[in-house]
């Protein structure tokens, strides 16, 4: 795949609010390329300024080595579905796909062929006669897809197409929708704040945030090794652990005298309040004295009554249970330690009926891997603000646990 679509230092403001602040970002060819983050943070506003609703104050967008900052939303081969729909009630389906293309004044042979096409893609034929109000919000979809599509774009703009669905309507779009863009072999920019569907979806995911692009990369880089900790707390769900860093690792030290003496530098000690010092791989190399947060995921957690063994770059932390939730495929723990109320996810791979299963109230350990866990800056009140928002404001489904966006949040 080529690079073919590009931001290039684009910004807009709407007074003193900067929706899009400088970004620069590139699309490949064909590839599912989805712009993720909270209410605000711009990804709309690029949207609609490579649809040509708006125009960028400075910057260049270019489409195939094209310049099209300026040229009309019509001349260009660029497609929106929107989160209505706006199929046209009074006509039929087959008409709502056609309408493109009459406008166009294409030929009735290369109308009808086109159209038995998207029909055909979207997996509608026997319908094509019915009206709008007589199919299913999943089949509108469906249609609105196929009519942004016949028209051949060279990429198609989906702004959170799904948000008024239900969910298990939206979890079979998911799946069609990925078929249909395999099959299409165009390029989709998908716009959205809901995480699973820009992980199940995407080739490349930019998160934003206040108008830039906080970090770009495939679902694995985002979800694994997030670069900062506003993007560790917005996809998933995660752990913050308040501390500062220390002078390089000990393993004489942590082992309790098992091992040698060995000094590992790629290793930091992390200082964290009342809690025993932690262990994590510096890979951003931060600082001896630097004030961070240190995020670990709930899966990458174990939990267990008895002590397990110590080893080199292990972290061990004892407590006491204070929730449990089963899932089925899954259990999820609430752990206090100190101040903190951590959280752990037990997948289920076998079960065995004599198992006594870990309760509420017990004292466990809780340990981790210092390679599963990442030292980060600590972001600003106003990122904070924005993790906060109340789903209402944001047209989100609540998320339980919600991840907790600053270490006080995990205390009480």
Known sequence: MSEFLEFVDVSKNYGAIKASDHVSLSVKQGEFFSLLGPSGCGKTTLLRMLAGFESPDSGRILLDGQDITDIPPYQRKVNTIFQNYALFPHLSLWDNIAFGLRVAKCSKKDIKERVEKMLALIQMEDQAWKKPDQISGGQKQRVAIA????????????????????????????????????????????????QGE?????????????????????PAQIYEAPRTSFVAAFIGDTNFFDGTVAEPVDQ?????????????????RLVIGDLPDLECFNDKQIKQGEHVFLSVRPEKLSISREEPERRPHVNMLRGTVEDVIYLGSQTKYWVRVGEYRISIVRQHTRFFLDEKPIKWGEEVWISWHADDGFMLEKYSEQDENLLRLPPEAVGETPVEPAPAPAAEEART
């Open 147 to 194: 009519r942004a599509l016949v028209n051949q774009p060279r990429v198609l703009l989906l702004d959170e197409p799904l948000a008024a669905l239900d969910l298990k309507l939206r979890q079979r779009m998911l799946i069609e929708l990925d078929l249909i863009h395999d099959q299409a072999g165009i390029t989709f920019l998908y716009v959205t704040h809901d």
């Open 198 to 218: 820009a992980m199940s979806l995407s080739d490349r995911i930019a998160v934003m945030r206040s108008g830039r692009v906080e970090q770009l990369g495939t």
């Open 252 to 268: 004489r030290a942590i082992l309790r005298g098992m091992l040698p003496a060995v000094v590992d530098k790629d290793y930091s």
